[in-house]
């Protein structure tokens, strides 16, 4: 087991003095990464598709520790990465990953020496900015690599696809870029039964048809995300972009489960204090909640410090002795209650499980996203540096 990381930490564990264990790996709060889970659900998404994998890591790979995942990914054969910002690929570079990693966030023109000295690969999202690569590329005497980005519906960074012919003539026309990609993304694909899945990805085809109308070699054509892996076959085309399926959690809850997926992340943590409430007592700030007979209640030492949210006061539940039990009050910053009834038992240092697996018993990212009333995708990645990462498998 190592100690986990994100941006700008080491992914090992830091230096401990002689007879001290490290504190921030006692802590009883923990997320533990299941590494072998990652690597099967990359197989069975790439048996599924393939076609090329570039898994998706922003984000501290969705919560799970960028470093660690990052390496184990390149180790299982990923054939790219993606990121969101620079930053991030700055520091995949300086930890030593070595396959080619996409920055997916629209770029400034100040960082494109950055991209191009740590050989980062490029979304170019507009005309302006491919002028940008261009000139900073010269400079430097060096060639970028990019991918066109072309917006086919989401209206968010790309060039719309209905007037990107000149963008797409300029770049082929650049004597500073190496085209290796065009790519979009689709805005629905997490419901199997949006329309606007099939419009994107007719529009999204015109636009790459543009290459064979002025004659130029084709670049790789990616569109698909875990949802247009999961749902839309068409989409899969030259490479595929999985980011929460590659972590084995569904986009939605309500998506359909087309792949055996693993989920890879459990967040532990361990009762800290257990006292009996009389009735009508009301518990944590707000007196929000009061047990209406004298209950016993426990104490979770993690709260929405750590990115365990608010939003799930008197609404989240909690595995206790392979049982759940209903969350009481409002959530601490470090802190919250837990009822065990009239005749519940646990004692301190008793495991609780946030997220994953007790004695048969489960509860999913996608349970609790939906207590709290968001996506799975911001349950994982609000889970912030606060809590250690240990790994397992790999
Ligand atoms: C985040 C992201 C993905 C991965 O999305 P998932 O829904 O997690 O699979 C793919 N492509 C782009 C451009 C993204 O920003």
Redesign the pocket.
């Known amino acids: 087991m190592m100690n986990g990381s994100g941006i700008g930490r080491s992914g090992r564990p830091g230096p401990t003095m002689p007879g001290v264990s490290d504190p921030v790996s006692q802590r009883p709060t923990r997320i533990r990464v299941d590494l072998d889970a990652i690597s099967h659900n990359l197989r069975e998404i790439r048996d599924r598709v393939g076609v090329p994998v570039?898994a998706?890591v922003?984000?501290n790979a969705?919560g799970h520790g960028l470093l660690p995942v990052a390496r184990h990914l390149q180790a299982q054969g990923a054939d790219q990465l993606?990121v969101?910002f620079v930053e991030e690929g700055i520091a995949l570079r300086e930890a030593g990953v070595t396959v080619p990693i996409l920055v997916?966030?629209g770029m400034f023109g100040p960082q494109v020496a950055q991209y191009i000295g740590h050989d980062l690969e490029i979304?170019v999202s507009s005309l302006a900015k491919l002028r940008q690569v261009e000139s900073a590329a010269e400079a430097l005497g060096r060639k970028a690599v990019v991918h066109l980005k072309i917006d086919t519906g989401m209206e968010r960074i790309g060039v719309h696809s209905y007037s990107c012919g000149p963008f797409i003539e300029a770049a082929c026309r650049s004597r500073w870029c190496t085209i290796k990609g065009i790519?979009s993304?689709l805005a629905c694909?997490?419901d199997p039964d949006s329309p606007m899945t099939a419009q994107q990805l007719e529009r999204f085809l015109d636009a790459c048809a543009h290459f064979e109308r002025i004659g130029a070699p084709m670049p790789m054509r990616h569109i698909?995300?875990?949802?247009?892996?999961l749902h839309h076959p068409g989409s899969w085309l030259d490479m595929v972009?999985?980011?929460?399926?590659?972590y084995g959690v569904l986009?939605e809850p309500a998506a359909r489960r087309t792949l055996d997926l693993k989920p890879a992340l459990s967040l532990l943590s361990q009762v800290v204090y257990f006292k009996v409430v009389k009735a009508g007592n009301p518990v944590s700030y707000g007196a929000t909640w009061a047990p209406t007979q004298d209950s016993r209640v426990v104490t979770i030492p993690i709260g929405y410090g750590d990115g365990w949210p608010r939003a799930l006061s008197s609404r989240g539940a909690v595995l206790i002795h392979g049982q759940r039990h209903p969350m009481v009050g409002r959530v601490c910053m470090d802190q919250f209650m837990v009822d065990l009834g009239p005749d519940g038992t646990a004692f301190n240092e008793d495991e609780v499980v946030l997220i994953g697996r007790q004695n048969g018993e489960a509860i999913s990212v996608e349970d609790v996203a939906v207590a709290a009333g968001t996506i799975p995708?911001e349950i994982l990645t609000g889970l912030n540096e606060r809590i250690p990462r240990l790994y397992q498998g790999g």
Not at 224 to 229: E, Q, R
Not at 241 to 246: D, E, K, M, Q
């Open positions: 570039m998706i922003k984000a969705y993606g969101a997916l966030g979304t790519y993304h694909a997490d698909a995300n875990s949802g247009g892996v972009r999985p980011g929460i399926a590659l986009p995708y």
